[in-house]
């Protein structure tokens, strides 16, 4: 009996724990019920705002910009790493504080050059104050990050040392031989130049990470965890030769500073591509100081003055009115047409048709154009339209102008402007498309885009190679194209250009000589040009000078001013191939041909060894390193001075190598 009464307390004792727990388990089920209730009915926005989006972000982790490069692999505009140092007081312990902080202190005195008390007193301030993401420094290049993460606390790292470090891109042009004007930007607001040509491929696509409140105007990363890895732009290789590049630009530039010109462009293509292999614009900026800070060469439309007589001529060629026995007289240099004075600057007497070339004759050129044209204009401007004159250039650079060339149509016409038009007025081109012109006659009539690209590479591959691109067929009459190569010859051997003749380099071209803002009153203002190609008999480059407001006392003609940088650009030039050319053109040589010479030597990563790059040219073991799959960041051009990681160090692939080449 007493064994079964203990049975039954122990049974109600059991069912009253049970049914207890039983009711508690029932209330938290209704209070977990209540709360999906009380969420569902809640505004969770606002709570997603009063904490979430208030203590942590979503923030762009930015791409790497491709590299830019010229031609021959020299690098133009290349992104490089800068490195942003912040601290964590916080999360530094007391004992690695205080044992640590005098050669923490002593360290970064030495770095920086300021006192370590200065160091001491901040530190103490801030690690009182547990601050956590306080900026020590910021625009580290990797040299000096790799150094400072070495120093007393900083080597534990983050989470024992508070060393957190934040990593930002910058561009950075790569030479000084091409300046800002011609490579350009892209800064999200404006584009311009190569840059901004060719920015949808050196453009990369943007990752984002998480980022943490730190206080009111602070945000730090949050172990960079990234939401979305970023992806690095293309590499852009372009036309531009940077040995033809320094040359124009030292040519042009000498020239500018002896006739105190207010600036200046010069424009040189590869005949047989329509590759612009140099393309320079120099403007001065503070007396005998020029900077390449504007393209005057896309942006700028100018009458052209008797540059544009080739085109003018070119025309009544083809269509057969004029040849080789023409003749034209231009009486003693002055003619009156539609109550429109003509004048010559060059003498008078009868020309034949090379004559009125060779010697720039307004008024032969105009009696020509007007005898076999000014009942039928619109038979002339339909040359021009074939030539693509009226058109605006579909070129990869931004900013060309669109040209503007007077018709019946116009309310400017009158009786005169043909003739105006025939010698170069009245008609507002900019530098390029006449280039592309030149290019063509020198071409055998063959006109082709001017081409600024020449590849595009990803990760050592090539994804795009550029190819030449047919703007006309064929310009003109093969008899036409000769004639007009042999004027244009002779105008250089016996003409307006006879200044820069030289039997050992055979050149044929026009020179310009154009007044503007000419019905303003004043001191007259001049555009000095030459235009042609190089060798006449088998034309390898055109190339276009033009420079603007030279010192009138000085002098002003185009073969004066102009020709001569155009001499010195032809003879340079073809160092490449070699000509008997005379020992005056060969003054003044920036490049330093030497480095021009590459060795070729063959990069192996053996035992997944890092092998040693020093010394060897950049643009020749950068590529290398990329197709066997490795990530590399550079700095500078010419030959490898310093590496990381070092010779003998073990990696692995999608490694990341850091370069420094010489400058």
């Known amino acids: 009996m007493q064994k079964q009464n203990e049975y039954d307390n122990k049974r109600k004792k059991t069912l009253r724990w049970g049914y207890l727990f039983a009711v508690g388990a029932l209330c938290v089920f209704v209070l977990f019920i209540g709360r999906i209730i009380l969420l569902q009915n809640t505004n969770v926005q606002e709570i997603k705002d009063d904490y979430i989006n208030n203590n942590y972000r979503t923030a762009t982790l930015k791409a790497a910009r491709g590299n830019l490069y010229a031609s021959d692999g020299s690098i133009l505009a290349t992104t490089v790493m800068r490195y942003d140092v912040f601290l964590d007081f916080k999360t530094i312990k007391d004992t690695v504080y205080y044992n640590n902080i005098g050669a923490l202190t002593d360290s970064l005195s030495k ?18 104050k547990k601050n956590q993401y306080y900026t020590l420094v910021r625009g580290l290049d990797f040299d000096q990050y790799d ?4 120093f007393p606390i900083f080597k534990r790292g983050k989470n024992k040392g508070g060393f957190i470090i934040d990593r930002n891109f910058k561009r950075e042009l790569a030479t000084s031989e091409i300046g800002a004007g011609t490579i350009g930007i892209d800064n999200g607001v404006a584009k311009a130049g190569l840059e901004g040509a060719f920015s949808k491929y050196l453009t990369g696509t943007d990752g984002q990470r998480l980022e943490q409140r730190v206080n009111s105007s602070q945000w730090k990363p949050i172990d960079f965890w990234k939401v979305k890895e970023p992806t690095d732009g293309q590499d852009v290789y372009t036309t531009l030769d940077l040995r033809i590049q320094d040359i124009a630009h030292s040519a ?3 020239q500018l500073i002896n006739f105190e010109a207010k600036h200046g462009t010069v424009i040189v293509m590869e005949v047989a591509t329509g590759k612009v292999r140099a393309m320079v614009n120099l403007r001065e900026t503070e007396p005998g100081v020029y900077e390449d800070a504007y393209n005057y060469g ?5 009458e052209p003055g008797s540059t544009f007589k080739t085109i003018s001529l070119l025309a009544a060629m083809d269509d057969g009115f004029i040849d080789e026995n023409t003749t034209v007289n231009v009486g003693n240099g002055v003619w009156v047409y539609a109550k429109q004075r003509i004048s010559d600057g060059h003498g008078g007497g009868t020309y034949d048709i090379s004559d009125v070339l060779a010697k720039s004759s307004n008024v032969g050129t105009a009696k020509l154009i007007t005898k076999y044209y000014a009942d039928k204009p619109e038979i002339f401007l339909d040359h021009l339209r074939r030539w693509k004159l009226f058109d605006k250039m579909d070129i990869e650079l931004p900013g060309i102008t669109k040209p503007r060339i007077l018709t019946p149509k116009s309310k400017s016409w009158n009786a005169a402007t043909l003739a105006s038009i025939g010698y170069g ?3 507002n081109i900019n530098l390029l498309q006449l280039a592309t012109f030149y290019n063509g006659v020198a071409n055998k009539g063959k006109m082709l885009k001017p081409i600024f690209i020449d590849k595009i590479m990803k990760d050592g591959k090539t994804i795009f190679e550029a190819k030449e691109e047919v703007m006309v067929k064929k310009m003109a009459s093969d008899k036409a194209i000769q004639m007009m190569t042999s004027a244009l010859t002779k105008a250089v051997e016996k003409g307006t250009g006879k200044s820069i003749f030289t039997p050992n380099l055979r050149m044929a071209g026009k020179t310009g000589t154009a007044r503007f803002e000419y019905w303003l009153p004043g001191p007259m203002k001049y555009r000095a040009s030459f235009a042609g190609f190089y060798p006449a008999d088998n034309p390898k480059y055109t190339c276009y000078v033009m420079i603007s407001e030279p010192n ?19 003879g340079k030039t073809f160092l490449k191939t070699p000509q008997n050319v005379e020992k005056e053109m060969l003054v003044d040589r920036k490049v330093n041909l030497n480095k021009m010479v590459e060795p070729n030597v063959k990069i192996a990563v053996n035992n997944k060894q890092m092998p040693s790059v020093v010394g060897l040219i950049g643009k020749n073991a950068i590529p290398q390193l990329e197709n066997l799959g490795y990530r590399v960041d550079f700095k500078g051009v010419g030959r490898i001075k310093e590496q ?17 080449l010489q400058n």
């Open 111 to 128: 770095m920086f050059g300021k006192p370590r008390a200065e160091f001491r007193k901040k530190f103490d301030e801030q690690k009182k």
């Open 147 to 150: 150094r400072i993460r070495k």
């Open 252 to 254: 042009l530039e000498k």
């Open 298 to 302: 896309l942006k700028d439309n100018i």
């Open 425 to 427: 007025y009245a008609t």
């Open 552 to 570: 009138v006392s000085k002098g002003f003609y185009g073969g004066t001013v102009s020709a001569p940088v155009f001499k010195e650009i032809a």
């Open 644 to 660: 990381f990681p070092l010779e003998g160090t073990t990696i692995s692939k999608n490694q990341r190598i850091y370069l420094t």
